[in-house]
């Protein structure tokens, strides 16, 4: 398996985690990265929330830890390259947020909340502003000590007629992207339908002539579909979302698929019990214990998917409020 390097930042292996609104917490982020996780980045944050609200407005969305991620990768949305430079400013002021490895750009969030301020999605429909964007936030990154690259995550189309966007792909890396990720759906799609991985293989063969990583998504649940999804497309690695969710442990397992390694790790029902708590304990280190556990509700249901009684376990997480109520229903 070859390894791959984005803007020189050589990556532990090529199985990352895609970044989910409330999931990718970093408490989770922790625990994605020991299992295997090749980096995991945060959930989408507002680069216009930033320059105007000031970076303690979305700290909970854009907190890293270093010692315990790894590979850091924040997630910026917007629609404006002023907002990403003015941002992106902001973010390298701060004395935690400054050691980010990886500037992470959204351009295929489909919700219509983002794409009606230009943002996410609507950003293939303006390749200009697009490479405006990756443009600026190389800028504002140029002369610092430590080499930032700048990555997009976007999709095979806007429209429901969309097979891949070529160009789109082009002009990313024409703009410097030091790295593409494409989830093989169409706006409209939002998550439904299957992952076209020849739209995906499209955009891959556009930007094959750049020295730059391209990495697949969609669809990836297990070793044999993360294979199919990297020799179809012609990508050097993989980002994992919804199969990831409450289910660290497919890092390693589908890592260990693509090194030839027949290993699967399947966890017990007590690891899994134990690495939800173990979650829950890290959300709540950054706020308040009720607070956290009504988040985690949203989750909580992923980890137990599958164990015996899943089904009453699920009703009950999900009106805990404690951390000693979580530990009770799971009898831990
Ligand atoms: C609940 C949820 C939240 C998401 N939030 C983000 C996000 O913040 N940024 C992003 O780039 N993609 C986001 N996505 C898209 C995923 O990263 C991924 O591209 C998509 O789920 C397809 O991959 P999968 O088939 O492995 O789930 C989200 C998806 C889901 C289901």
Redesign the pocket.
Same mark, same amino acid.
Request: aromatic letters at 4%; charged letters at 15%; hydrophobic letters at 30%.
């Given at each position: 398996m070859n390894s791959v390097s984005i803007g020189g930042i050589k990556l532990p292996g090529i199985v990352a985690l895609?970044? &989910?609104? @409330?999931?990718s917490h970093i408490a989770y982020r922790g625990i994605c990265r020991e299992m295997g996780a090749a980096y995991a980045p945060t959930?989408?944050v507002s680069a216009r929330s930033i320059r105007y609200n000031g970076l303690e407005k979305s700290m909970q969305y854009l907190r890293i830890d270093p010692e315990t991620e790894g590979i850091t990768a924040i997630?910026l949305f917007g629609a404006e390259p002023d907002d990403f430079t003015a941002a992106i400013e902001k973010i390298m002021e701060d004395p935690v947020l400054s050691k980010v490895d990886i500037i992470d750009i +959204?351009m @295929? =969030?489909p919700v219509p909340k983002v794409v009606k301020t230009g943002a996410g999605s609507a950003l293939m429909n303006s390749p200009q502003t697009a490479a405006a964007i990756v443009k600026a936030c190389k800028k504002a990154l140029e002369g610092l000590p430590r080499h930032i690259p700048v990555t997009v995550?976007t999709r095979t189309g806007y429209d429901a007629s969309d097979k891949g966007k070529p160009d789109f792909a082009k002009a990313l890396a024409d703009a410097g992207c030091d790295m593409l990720c494409v989830?093989g759906r169409t706006r409209p799609q939002m998550?439904t339908g299957e =992952?076209d991985r020849k739209a995906i293989a499209l955009m891959r063969e556009a930007v094959m002539g750049y020295d730059i990583p391209f990495f697949a +998504? @969609?669809?990836?649940t297990d070793g044999p579909s993360a294979k199919t999804l990297m020799e179809e497309c012609g990508a050097d690695g993989v &980002?994992? @979302?919804?199969?990831a969710r409450g289910n660290p442990w497919i890092f390693s397992e589908v890592a260990a698929y693509l090194a030839g390694s027949g290993d699967i790790i399947t966890p017990d029902e007590q690891e899994r019990k134990e690495t939800l708590l173990r979650e829950l304990e890290g959300r709540c280190r950054w706020c308040d214990e009720e607070i956290a556990v009504r988040e985690f509700r949203s989750v909580m249901p992923f980890y137990v998917k599958g164990l015996r009684g899943a089904a009453k376990l699920k009703v009950r997480l999900c009106s805990a409020l404690t951390v000693n109520e979580v530990k009770e229903i799971l009898e831990l």
């Open positions: 895609s970044p &989910m609104a @409330g999931v959930e989408l997630q +959204n @295929g =969030c995550k989830h998550y =992952c +998504n @969609g669809d990836v &980002m994992i @979302g919804r199969a």
